[in-house]
């Protein structure tokens, strides 16, 4: 389908109405620049990268006029707010009932959860029931930058926390104790003068102490609770981004690989392996197939490829 420059814009002056099919190729050419890794730096992308992505969007997209500011900045602002929103639901703390179908790709949790949930994250609504389709690959494109985020918690700060914890009840219970030892005097002054009520006040003095002692413990269950919870899902997320590194540092060997390989196939002109080297780069179960191949079949796939 084509557009005409007025058509690609809304009723402000840089809206627009983004297609599945857009949005599809907005997210091959990010992974593209991904996995080649000339555009990647240590907390997301290098500067320029948007302006290879309007260069991408050129050939993949023609007749969409997509350029750089306003339509793809603000887009990958939008897909990185969505992506955020979703990784939190999944990777947040006290959000375990959540989880993502990958059949149907999109989050799903018991009614009660997305209830409590959506009270507090109002904006999270947009994904009930809702497919969320570029989760997976969002999540190799944002992923490192989202781990070095605010909602980094290392095992140090939960350490740090908790010391804090600890050091506020034990002071606590220093000044108790100075308090504690007040009521004994003053008991065993009443015990003098009478018997009954400084057996009275002796018990009230140890029940006040038992529930002090019971009111810390309590206070530290839940704060080793929440930390376990929380070092739980951090282990879990870097146990899948590290899973999704050592996948992409294979895919990316073989597109390395991928550009010789071409080039022993005689009948292909530069015009061809080039088109063959975007095709079949961009597909990780693609190329993976093509090594497996004789030098006959690979042919047979690039003209098919690039037919």
Avoid at 17 to 24: F, G, L
Avoid at 87 to 98: E, V
Avoid at 230 to 254: C, F, G, M, P, V
Avoid at 290 to 301: I, N
Wanted: glycine share 4%; charged share 30%; net charge negative.
């Amino acid at each position: 389908m084509e557009f005409t420059q007025d058509q690609i814009r809304g009723a402000g002056k840089n809206k627009r109405i983004w297609t599945d099919e857009e949005d599809m190729k907005l997210i091959e050419a990010l992974l593209d620049l991904h996995n080649t890794g000339l555009y990647n730096a240590d907390r997301g992308f290098k500067p320029g990268h948007v302006t290879a992505i309007e260069k991408i969007l050129a050939i993949t997209l023609p007749h969409s006029y997509l350029k750089e500011d306003p339509h793809i900045k603000s887009r990958m602002k939008t897909l990185k707010t969505h992506f955020d929103a979703v990784h939190d639901m999944l990777h947040g703390p006290n959000t375990s009932g959540f989880g993502y179908d990958n059949l149907n790709h999109c989050v799903v949790a018991e009614k009660s959860m997305w209830d409590a949930y959506l009270q507090s994250h109002k904006n999270a609504a947009t994904f009930k029931d809702k497919p969320f389709p570029f989760y997976k690959d969002l999540c190799t494109i944002f992923g490192k930058h989202r781990v070095t985020g605010n909602d980094a918690e290392t095992a140090a700060d939960v350490m740090e926390k908790l010391d804090k914890e600890w050091m506020d009840k034990e002071n606590e219970n220093e000044n108790d104790d100075v308090g504690d030892g007040l009521d004994d005097i003053d008991t065993s002054i009443s015990f003098m003068q009478s018997p009954t009520i400084g057996k009275t006040n002796e018990v009230s003095s140890k029940n006040k102490k038992k529930r002090k002692y019971q009111s810390v413990a309590e206070s530290l269950c839940e704060i080793v609770k929440q930390s376990l919870t929380l070092i739980s899902s951090y282990i879990k997320s870097s146990t899948e981004r590290l899973s999704q590194a050592i996948e992409d540092a294979s895919i990316n060997e073989l597109k390395i690989r991928l550009h010789e390989e071409l080039m022993k196939l005689p009948s292909l002109n530069k015009t061809d392996r080039a088109k063959a080297l975007v095709q079949i780069g961009r597909d990780r179960d693609l190329i993976q197939i093509f090594f497996t191949l004789d030098e006959d079949m690979k042919e047979e796939l690039v003209k098919t490829v690039i037919s």
